[in-house]
């Protein structure tokens, strides 16, 4: 445990917070950061990591406890008061303004102003950009935020937090959204951070990440702290036993440790003498206001009983790929097949009766939160499953509709009070079975998965991972788009990665490991002399 | 030479029809760009032009007309606040609500206050008054409200352009959980932009009823919130786009009934800022096309 | 049948397309009502529809619910309505105002006016004062104008009155009408004044109701001149009104009360108030000699009573 | 969720006529009689009951257009306009049409559908085409729509006799009938109703609007064709405000269109679905409530003087509490909930032996 001595420290007593009507997110959390140093906050999904933080960072109010900071007691209504008492926080999901530049997001709620109200911006703009010389974050301050990769900004949210000269600083699962080369940068900014005094409060999914970077670790699990410990010899699995609570045999889908992964997965599929049930040949789009093409020849297939997973750092295509597999949008060249019928320009509807799809967004395209169950669970179905409608009439079955929908609560084993609640009153973990389970009841031979364990906690993505793979057993195709580097490793049998829209690599299951894959996410070879474009990009084989 | 008179006479009537509609547009950029559905600028309008007479004739003095105007129009923006932004209700349904209580309220007061129905006009209720500025004969000797709502677009632009007030606004229309994070609540800025709105549409409606005529009529906004809202989407809130639609609009409304001079009948020239609406909103998609 | 009903009117009814506030014509109705109220120490009680034809039967029935006796109506808009319900309940007495509406029963006593006659006089007004190039603000040119509400029958009537009128003093005066398209909206009626004074009007005639009233204040900011309708208007624009064409809406319906209250009244007449009546005339007061020479002023007398004699026949509309 | 609504539309109807009730009060009326009258007019009497309903078919109509529209996230304010075309549709066929009875009627009905049809098609085809904001085409269409049948029906069609703005009177064979002044358009209107109802809840497409509705990417995902269903559900949204027009021609009194037909049904429709939450059967429910509202109001204000226009008032009023009870009482309610369970876990902190073990650092 280093004893730097500098830098405020935190204490939070007794700190409980209910989010209405009854989440109890924190039940009485105590928890101390020592000055100066990194401390490591670890836990799974809904642990109340991010909540802790919130309240320390005085976005949500307590219900009860008290905080203490290098002292002294404070009490923090908002961020603004927060910041005074020398906190920041970088989110878990970025906080920035799009369409705002470096500077003005950096600026913004801190504006240099005139006595007329006009923002400075050239005093702005100096202040920004000495900051950036002095941590070279390699930043352009008057670039429009939205244009920047996903680190950049991560780099912005850091630079939001220097701008304001805060003591402490709150990492809410920075490196959820990098790649181990950035993950890399990242830890070499914070030790400087760090060394310059500066507490550092992290979280973390990743227990080797979070064993690397921390002095000290604390677990939670379901809003309480189960533990605090100076980071010294433990290892992963001390860590996983805590956050769990038992034993976990499913820690291989969350860490992706090579040697659990091949004992994992379970065997290759019988050489693919099926014929594939989706197609993509020579995939090209481009978007107004973007300059190079957010689909660059994109070709690849998906066989009967593989799980083909999509690797890449957000914004390198995999997004527009899914929307024109899905036909959201139409592609301006190439063509997409499934089971060998061509449905480049088909209709949405005419495609599910090929496919079904878990979209990325429960809220966007997942469910309508205020219908009922009953309404959620027959889309789609509703006009391509005969039963749920008369023979005569283009009416619906009520009855029909909610035995459907009952069904599927039991299969799914989906926790509600009965089909006619609505969808927004269950957990995400229940409301994603409901999605799940309904595209899983279409019996179609491709499965297409955006991110369907984003945001889960650990049973349901669990059990999620466990239908998946089901679905492969019965011989149907899945293509599984991921942020999860780890999910993809453990479940998938062949790794593409997109970079720039394009398709950057290709790796079997079982020689695909993080290094290769995150370098390849990063646009570099996999080793010294192959650029991405050289590897085998061979889906027609 | 009449011809002329007639044409000068036009452009005369256009800035006056313009202002109400540039005021209270103005104000509805604030809202725009504060993501507000601001529906409810013909109710504000309506209330501004009511208390505006009430204040002038127990008053006796145009000043406080005015200032009884911005009054009436912030309370019906304090309304708007409090059910939109403090009560989460939908703000289409409360800007619906709020120009049906408007319309009812003012035609109830109206008949509570004064005994009259329909309209109410005396020699008491004093007009704003004219500044002669030698601006020829177009632009020349409008009431002064006229050449605010010049200054007070422009001041709109910069204000929403360069201030911080104008940054922590857009932002909070943009991204609300990130300027709350940044620890300006967006709620707040919300509420300030409908107040902002609030006090224009008040201008806009003193303006009718001190200024463009001197008296109050039932339902005297009659349709100009509606029209703000069409300029303000159609311009995307810029304030000097705004400018340039109202000033359109009055032209055309003048023109229709110019219009029956040539024979058109009555009925159809009064549909001519409407039908030019339409248009500029075609025209407008064309643009957003290419 | 007819007069069943002997026994002394309690309640008394009026019963307006329109509402209260217009300074003219309805509002001169309402006059006649409080005098009635007055001087008969009946309960009256007016139904306003504010143009809502939603109103219309409500109104009726309202009326026939609250057990009025007497009720009178101006029934722009609802004619056929007023039919039903005078059918329907013979033993009232219907009496409206300002058109001719007969049911099959003959129980509607209808009050016409001859609005020709007071626009004509009107016309000759305005004619008088255009011409007249020594009165402040006038210019050479023999324009004058008019501003209706709608293009509506009754209108025309008042405008080809007003037209014989300007003829008859000068044949070679125009005549310019705009119409506003509503009767509420003071500010439309601004603008059609003013429209109409940059035209190189002198002096613009509102047969517009509320309306009309934003034609009254242009004259005033425009230092031109108008002619008020229905009430007397001189007063509101002082200076500026020249006269107003008087339509004694109060007069009519307290002279029908009076034939009722001593059972003079008989059901379904057609009661013509022309200038002869009393039912149709000019306003002309102090405010007019503000603004007219006496000559012109005692040419306009002159015309009235010829009018009235006959000497002069006022053609009618339609 | 029925419960919910019930309740909330209770609680608020309830606030909202005591609140009614403070402004009369203070005003200095005479409370009591006040709301007696308002409700002796408009339903405790057989006329008053009578006017309530057929006040309420046209109410039922308008408020359904706009349920149908809102429902199915089409921000259709154009009933004022497809109101009156459906009523001009009416009317010049009711005149210059002459067919057997049987024949007749449903013809104009229909036409007036129809026409309405065709007002609010225009702007779907103007927002697909040409991606012009329907919030804005429909609001601009409506003052076309005003001033051309205005000028219709003060010029080519204006009847000889009239002495203001209205067409001849139309054939009596577009006559729907009266049985003791209940007008045909009541049964008409609850039959269009059930239809829409039955549409609405039931069938595929009502389906796809409702969820279009709550959440078009959804909709989109699943299938539903989002352009389709938008273009179907304007056009039944403008025949339903169409149907409503014809209606009042052929179902009133006067069996004519008047200048200012349309009144401030489509406006008030808007209201109706909007405390109805676009339910086609709270549509049903406010539009019986804001009519008696309105035919009570002359009553009121011939016994005790109370302006009319207090109904205007207290219709707003509804709104606002209906919409912003419905709305925010979950928000307050699941707030103390959450105050009551952080009080109770804080205090099981103070319990002895309770905390020990939860709090002490694992191993
Ligand atoms: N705004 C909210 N309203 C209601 N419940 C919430 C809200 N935010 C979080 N929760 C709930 O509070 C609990 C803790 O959430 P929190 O985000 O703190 O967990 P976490 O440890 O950050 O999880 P993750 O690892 O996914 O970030 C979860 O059950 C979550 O569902
Ligand atoms: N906003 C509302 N106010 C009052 N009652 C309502 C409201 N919405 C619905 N209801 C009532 O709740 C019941 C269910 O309505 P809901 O919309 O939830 O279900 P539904 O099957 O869609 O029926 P409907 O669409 O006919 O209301 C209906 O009886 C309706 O009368
Ligand atoms: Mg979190
Ligand atoms: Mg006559």
């Known amino acids: ?541 | 030479m009449a011809a002329t008179d007639l044409a000068i006479e036009l452009l005369r009537a256009s800035v006056l029809a313009a202002t109400p509609v540039l005021l209270a547009a103005v104000g509805g950029a604030y809202t725009y760009f504060a993501n507000v559905f601001n529906i409810a600028m013909e109710g504000m309008m309506l209330i501004g032009a009511f208390t505006a007479v009430v204040g002038s004739y127990f008053a006796r003095s145009w000043a406080v007309g005015l200032a009884a105007g911005v009054a009436g129009g912030l309370v019906a923006a304090a309304l708007f606040v409090l059910f939109a932004v403090a009560l989460r209700t939908d703000e289409f349904v409360t800007g619906t609500a709020i120009n049906m209580l408007a319309l009812g309220g003012t035609t109830y007061a109206l008949r509570q206050m004064f005994g009259v129905r329909g309209a109410f006009m005396s020699s008491q209720i004093r007009a704003l008054p004219r500044w002669d500025l030698p601006f020829g004969p177009v632009l020349g000797g409008h009431p002064f409200l006229v050449y605010m709502a010049l200054v007070l677009t422009l001041l709109a632009e910069w204000h929403i352009r360069r201030t911080r007030f104008g940054m922590r606004l857009r932002a909070a229309g943009e991204d609300p959980k990130t300027l709350d994070a940044a620890g300006v609540s967006s709620s707040a800025m919300k509420a300030w932009s409908i107040m902002i709105s609030g006090a224009l549409c008040g201008l806009a409606g003193a303006y009718l009823s001190l200024g463009y005529v001197r008296l109050f009529s039932e339902n005297m906004s009659n349709g100009r919130g509606w029209i703000s809202l069409a300029a303000i989407i159609l311009t995307r809130g810029r304030p000097l786009g705004i400018l340039v639609m109202s000033l359109a609009f009055g032209l055309f409304d003048g023109m229709g009934m110019s219009l029956q001079g040539a024979g058109i009948p009555a009925q159809l020239t009064q549909m001519l800022p409407y039908v030019a609406t339409l248009a500029a909103l075609r025209i407008y998609s064309l643009r957003q096309k290419l | 049948m007819p007069g069943a009903a002997a026994a002394s009117p309690q309640k008394v009814a009026y019963i307006i397309n329109g509402g209260l506030g217009d300074l003219s014509f309805y509002d001169s109705g309402q006059a006649g009502i409080d005098r009635i109220a007055k001087e008969f120490g009946v309960q009256t009680r007016t139904i306003e529809c504010g143009f809502d034809p939603a109103r219309y039967s409500q109104a009726l029935q309202a009326a026939v619910q609250w057990n009025a006796d007497v009720v009178f109506v101006i029934s722009y808009g609802f004619e056929d309505l007023l039919m039903q319900y005078a059918d329907q309940y013979p033993n009232k007495r219907w009496i409206n105002v300002d058109t001719v509406v007969e049911n099959s029963r003959r129980t509607i006593t209808n009050v016409d006016f001859i609005e020709e006659e007071g626009a004509f006089m009107a016309g000759a007004a305005a004619a008088l004062l255009t011409t007249d190039t020594t009165i402040k603000g006038v210019n050479s040119d023999k324009i004058i104008g008019a501003v209706g509400g709608d293009d509506d029958p009754v209108i025309r009537a008042f405008l080809y009155g007003y037209e014989q009128g300007a003829k008859y003093i000068d044949p070679k005066i125009e005549v310019r009408a705009v119409f506003a398209g509503t009767w509420d909206d003071p500010v439309r009626g601004k603008q059609a004044a003013n429209q109409l004074y940059s035209q190189r009007a002198d002096v613009v005639f509102q047969i517009a109701s509320l309306t009309g009233s934003g034609v009254l204040e242009a004259a005033a900011e425009a230092g031109k001149y108008a002619i008020g309708v229905d009430s007397n208007q001189n007063g509101l624009q002082p200076g500026h009104v020249v006269t107003s064409c008087l339509k004694n809406v109060g007069d009519a319906i307290y002279g029908v009360y009076r034939t009722i209250a001593n059972n003079t009244y008989k059901p379904g007449e057609v009661l013509e108030y022309g200038i002869r009546q009393g039912g149709m005339g000019l306003a002309i007061d102090d405010y007019t000699r503000q603004i007219l020479p006496a000559r012109s002023v005692q040419r306009l007398v002159e015309i009235q009573s010829k009018i009235s004699s006959g000497a002069i026949t006022v053609k009618r509309y339609q | 969720m029925r419960k919910q609504h019930a309740v909330s539309a209770a609680a608020g109807v309830a606030v909202s006529l005591l609140a009614g009730l403070a402004i009369l009060a203070i005003q200095g009326y005479p409370v009591w009689q006040s709301y007696a009258a308002l409700f002796s007019y408009s339903l405790f009497s057989q006329f008053a009951l009578v006017s309530t309903l057929n006040k309420a078919s046209t109410l039922v109509l308008t408020g359904a257009s706009a349920a149908v529209g809102f429902g199915s996230n089409c921000v259709n304010l154009g009933q004022p306009g497809q109101f009156l075309l459906g009523a001009m549709a009416a009317t010049a066929l009711g005149i210059f049409l002459d067919l057997p009875s049987w024949a007749m009627l449903p013809t104009v009905i229909v036409a007036a559908a129809v026409a309405g049809a065709v007002w609010s098609g225009l702007a779907a085809f103007m927002r697909l085409r040409w991606k012009m904001n329907e919030f804005i085409t429909t609001l601009m269409l409506n003052f076309v729509a005003d001033g051309v049948t205005l000028w219709l029906i003060s010029g080519p069609m204006l009847d000889r006799k009239a002495y203001s703005p209205m067409t001849a009177m139309t054939n009596p064979g577009a006559w729907l009938g009266m049985w003791n002044g209940l007008s045909g358009a009541v049964a008409v209107a609850a039959a269009a109703l059930a239809a829409v109802w039955v549409i609405w809840n039931r069938s595929k497409f009502g389906y796809e609007c409702r969820v279009m509705g709550h959440n078009p990417g959804f909709a989109a995902a699943g299938g539903c064709g989002v352009a389709r269903n938008f273009t179907w559900a304007m056009l039944l949204s403008g025949a339903i405000a169409g149907l409503a027009g014809g209606l009042m021609v052929t179902g009133g009194m006067q069996h004519r269109f008047v200048k200012g037909i349309g009144a401030n049904y489509a406006w008030d429709g808007v209201m109706i679905a909007i405390v109805a939450g676009n339910s086609m059967s709270g549509t049903a429910l406010y539009a019986l409530f804001f009519a008696a509202l309105q035919t009570g109001a002359m009553g009121m204000e011939l016994e005790t003087a109370v302006p009319s226009e207090f109904a205007l008032v207290l219709q707003a009023i509804v709104v606002l509490f209906v919409v912003a009870s419905r709305e925010s009482t979950r928000l307050i309610l699941a707030g103390l909930a959450a105050k009551l369970k952080a009080r109770r876990a804080a205090r099981m902190l103070e319990a002895p032996g309770e905390g020990g073990g939860r709090h002490g650092s694992g191993d």
């Open chain 1, 1 to 541: 445990m280093s004893t730097k001595i500098s830098g405020p420290g935190v204490r939070m007593s007794s700190v409980v917070k209910v989010y209405p009507p009854d989440v109890l997110a924190l039940d009485n959390v105590d928890i101390c950061i020592s000055p100066g140093s990194i401390h490591s906050i670890i836990g799974e999904n809904g642990a109340g990591k991010s909540t802790l933080m919130k309240v320390l960072y005085g976005i949500t109010q307590a219900n009860a406890g008290h905080i203490e900071v290098g002292g002294k007691p404070v009490r923090f209504a908002s961020p603004r008061q927060a910041v005074r008492a020398g906190i920041g926080m970088v989110h878990q999901e970025l906080m920035l303004i799009p369409s705002y530049t470096v500077w003005e997001n950096v600026v913004l709620g801190a504006e240099p102003v005139t006595y007329l109200g006009r923002v400075k911006g050239e005093a702005a703009l100096a202040r920004v950009g000495e900051i950036i010389e002095r941590w070279g974050l390699k930043l352009d301050c008057s670039a429009i935020v939205g244009d920047l990769s996903i680190s950049a900004q991560q780099k912005v949210e850091i630079l939001k937090l220097l701008y304001r000269d805060v003591q402490v600083l709150i990492m809410d699962e920075p490196t959820a959204v990098l790649t181990p080369q950035e993950t890399a940068e990242l830890f070499v900014r914070l030790r400087a951070l760090n060394s310059d005094g500066r507490t550092i409060i992290f979280i973390s999914h990743r227990l080797s990440e979070v064993l690397d970077i921390s002095d000290e670790i604390t677990v939670m699990r379901r809003g309480r702290r189960v533990m605090t410990t100076p980071n010294r010899g433990l290892s992963r699995a001390d860590l996983a036993r805590a956050m769990v609570g038992r034993d976990v045999v499913f820690s291989a889908v969350r860490e992706g440790d090579a040697a659990l992964d091949s004992s994992q997965r379970p065997p290759q599929p019988s050489p693919p003498t099926v014929p594939p049930c989706l197609e993509v040949r020579g995939l090209s789009m481009t978007v107004r206001g973007r300059g190079r093409p957010v689909l660059d020849d994109v070709s690849l297939e998906v066989r009967g009983g593989e799980i083909v997973g999509i690797a890449g750092v957000e914004g390198n295509g995999q997004f527009e790929l899914v929307q024109a597999i899905t036909g959201a949008v139409k592609p301006d060249s190439g063509s997409i097949l499934m089971s060998g019928q061509d449905v480049t320009g088909a209709s949405v509807m005419s495609r599910r009766r090929l496919m079904c799809s878990v979209p990325q967004d429960r809220k966007l395209a997942g469910g309508a939160g205020a219908m009922s169950l009953v309404d959620n669970s027959i889309m789609t179905h509703h006009r391509l499953r005969p039963s749920l409608s008369s023979k005569l009439t283009p009416l619906l079955l009520p009855r029909a509709c909610r035995d459907f929908c009952a069904r599927l609560i039991a299969e799914y084993s989906v926790v509600a009070s009965g089909p006619d609640a609505a969808l927004s009153q269950l957990s995400g973990g229940n409301q994603q079975k409901v999605i799940v389970g309904r595209e899983f009841s279409h019996d179609v031979d491709l499965v297409l998965l955006d991110n369907p364990t984003r945001g889960l906690d650990v049973g349901s993505s669990e059990f999620i991972h466990a239908q998946i793979l089901k679905k492969r057993s019965e011989g149907k195709g899945c293509l599984l788009v991921s942020a999860d580097l780890d999910e993809l490793l453990s479940l998938c049998d062949r790794i593409i990665v997109m970079y720039e829209g394009r398709v950057a690599a290709e790796f079997a299951g079982s020689e695909a490991d993080r290094d290769s894959v995150g370098r390849a996410m990063l646009g570099l070879g996999p080793g010294p002399g192959r650029g991405p474009e050289s590897e085998g990009v061979t889906s027609g084989r």
